[in-house]
Structure formats: structure tokens, C-alpha cells
């Protein structure tokens, strides 16, 4: 709606807590739509929540501003002196880090600092420092999990390779994705691991191709890569080559895609352009619809693992067999994820699944192992 409805709507909610604080209270603007109230006539907890709901609820009252009828909601962190700490500095860390406690938990109440949050925030930061020695050190690298299809001859062959990042430090501890990743994404480090990836899974396709293993590779694009403006301009420059483009294919979680429908859709269509494919990871985790799917140019499905684990109970079955006559009625692929067993995998095959991956096949492994092992993993027969 423009700058001049934003700052509208900053002023119409800095009235409203105003209007609900205390004689003797300060509230400030902290930046952008983060605001801070200090008070000094509360003497316990009980009397803070009934404030912070006060606040809350104020600030949830319809706003008509310029003939627009805009809702906003408030999320509040909550910190105590002396209890939590005694000097500014430290309790406005502590109310950030509960603040964002909230916004990931239950956006639009409040939460009071516990040691639990500073135990996660101190976590958070020793991630973000590591990360930024990661990138340097070259402390990343990226494994492989094949992915599986039958073939005339009963075999299960491998088509493509999910690329999947992995973290490990001088102590050989491994950490995953989900340790980390959410940490560069909120403090904007993603850009450049997702730079690194790039161009390491470039290096990695070389390195397949001199050896004579010619598959697709998929790379897992995040919301915040996709939110940079330089995207598209960046995978132009480091996959310039478009018969190394061919041969990608972006893995984008469904959650992705509904958070901002048009803009997903635009991105989508450039990056086929480029002759990259893509596919729609954790399906089943959403809320997307038919008629959003159809919309989208999407090469393949892939069945959350969730809903592959339980393959065999009650009604999961009809779920996946939905999926699958769904995406064939879309021309689309489904790749069921997770994997455990020979029994998924049969019950699979006869719900109509395209492709297989998941530790029955094998882990993900380092390009080396992936390289040596290719022929016996080319071999699994059921």
C-alpha cells in the first residue's frame, strides 16, 4: 500500500499503546514495526499479562486508514528487572530473543523470557558464529542421496541425486540442515550458503560427468533465496552453461510456495526458462490446492515422509494413491521420500509412486563413496 499508508499505521499503533500504558511509562519506537514499552508501576506477573493483553487487544482493533481496512495483530516479549537481568543492554536481548520466541511459536500473543530461550538464543548465536567460519574454512560439503525408478527389468536404477548440505567442523561432528539452516535464514547468511551451494554442486557435476555418471541434481532452494532479488541473476551467472542447466532441478517446500502464490508462480516460470526443473518437496505438509498446482509448470511431487512412513495403516493409503492419480492427471512425477523398507516399497509401487528415495536405497554419502559404490547401488532388485 505504499510508505505513506505504512507510516499511517506505525502512528495509529504507537496511539494505541499509548493509550494503554500507565502514568509515568515510556514507550519508543525501536525500528521499522518494533516498539518498546518500559513500565514501572507493575509488581508482578499476573498484572503484566493482563497489560500485554490490553496491548494486544488494542492494537487488534481494525485500523480504516485512506479508505483501507487494515488488520494488524502484535507479538510481545516480555522481560523482568531485575529479574532477568539489570542493565539495559541486557534486557533488551532478552526481550528480542523472547520476542522472536513468540513470532515462531504463537504470533500474536506474548511470552516471558525464560532460561530455556536464553539457552536456545545462546545455541543460535554459537551457530551463526561457526557458520561465518564455515563458509571460510570450507567446512561445508555436500552429500548425495540417490533417487530410484524401476526399470523393464525389475531393477531399481538411480535418475537423479538429491543434494543434501551438511556441516563439519575440525571436531568431525556432522550437523545437519535443520541445526543450522533456519539460522541463516534469519540472519541472512542463507544468500551465501546458497551462493556455495551452487557453485559446489557445479563442481559436483563436473565431477560426475568425468566419470561418466550422467544424472540429475537436485539442490534445495530456500524462502529467503528465493525472497533476494538477485536470485535468478545469480543462478544465471553461476550455471551459465545450458547444458549444465539442464540437468538441475530445484526442490522448493510447498510451505514456499503458498506463503506468496504470484510472486512463487513468477519465479517458477523464470527458472524453467532456464531450463532448470522443478519440484514441489514435503507434499502433503501445506495447504496448497488443485488449483494452484495446476497453475504452477512443476516436473515432479515429492510425497512427505511423513505420509510414506505410514503407508499400510488405515486410510494413508487412499491419501497417497490421491496424490499420485492427482499428479498424473497433471502430467507430473510423484517421488515418494523415506523410504524404509521392502514392504513401503512394494505397497508403493502398487499406489501408483514414479520414484524412490530413502535409506533402503541408501543414506546420503559423500561424492566419492557415491562414485565407487554407483554400480551396486544400480543393482537393488525386489
Not at 133 to 149: K, M
Not at 314 to 328: C, E, P, Q, R, Y
Request: proline share 2%.
Amino acid at each position: 500500500m505504499g510508505h505513506d499508508i505504512g507510516d499511517k499505521v506505525l502512528i495509529k499503533v504507537a496511539d494505541r499503546i499509548n493509550s494503554c500504558i500507565d502514568k509515568g511509562d515510556i514507550v519508543f519506537r525501536l525500528g521499522e514495526d518494533e516498539f518498546i514499552v518500559l513500565t514501572f508501576n507493575i509488581d508482578n506477573e499476573y498484572k503484566v499479562r493482563d497489560y500485554a493483553n490490553k496491548i494486544i487487544n488494542e492494537i487488534s482493533k481494525p485500523l480504516f486508514i485512506n479508505n483501507f481496512d487494515i488488520k494488524t495483530s502484535a507479538s510481545i516479549g516480555i522481560v523482568m528487572y531485575p529479574k532477568d537481568d539489570i542493565t539495559f543492554e541486557g534486557l533488551l536481548r532478552k526481550a528480542d530473543a523472547t520476542l522472536y520466541e513468540v513470532k515462531e511459536k504463537e504470533k500474536g500473543g506474548f511470552l516471558f523470557f525464560s532460561q530455556e530461550i536464553e539457552e536456545k538464543n545462546i545455541k543460535f548465536r554459537e551457530i551463526e558464529t561457526g557458520l561465518r567460519r564455515a563458509l571460510v574454512n570450507n567446512e561445508l560439503c555436500l552429500y548425495i542421496q540417490p533417487i530410484f525408478r524401476e526399470s523393464n527389468n525389475g531393477e531399481f536404477v538411480i535418475t537423479k541425486g538429491e543434494l543434501l548440505l551438511r556441516w563439519i567442523r575440525n571436531n568431525r561432528i556432522v550437523y545437519s540442515p535443520d541445526e543450522f539452516i533456519k539460522v541463516a535464514e534469519e540472519n541472512g547468511m542463507i544468500v551465501d550458503v546458497g551462493n556455495w551451494i551452487m557453485k559446489e554442486a557445479y563442481r559436483i557435476r563436473r565431477k560426475l560427468i568425468e566419470n561418466g555418471i550422467d544424472i540429475d541434481l537436485c539442490i534445495n532452494i530456500s524462502a529467503k533465496q528465493l525472497e533476494n532479488k538477485d536470485f535468478l541473476n545469480n543462478i544465471k551467472y553461476l550455471l551459465g552453461e545450458k547444458n549444465i542447466l539442464e540437468n538441475w532441478i530445484f526442490e522448493i517446500t510447498e510451505n514456499v510456495l503458498i506463503k506468496d502464490f504470484n510472486i512463487s508462480t513468477h519465479i517458477f516460470k523464470e527458472v524453467k526458462k532456464l531450463g532448470i526443473k522443478i519440484a514441489l518437496d514435503d507434499f502433503g505438509t501445506g495447504y496448497s490446492s488443485i488449483n494452484y498446482l495446476s497453475q504452477l509448470p512443476i516436473d515432479y511431487i515429492k510425497i512427505d515422509r511423513s505420509f510414506i512412513s505410514k503407508a499400510g495403516q488405515d486410510g494413508f493409503n487412499g491419501v497417497i494413491l490421491a496424490i499420485t492419480s492427482m499428479a498424473k492427471s497433471l502430467g507430473v512425477k510423484t517421488v515418494a521420500e523415506g523410504v524404509e523398507n521392502k514392504e513401503q516399497l512394494k505397497l508403493l509401487r502398487t499406489l501408483g509412486c514414479d520414484e524412490f528415495q530413502g535409506y533402503f536405497f541408501s543414506k546420503p554419502i559423500d561424492v566419492e563413496e557415491f562414485i565407487r559404490n554407483l554400480n551396486l547401488l544400480n543393482k537393488i532388485k525386489i
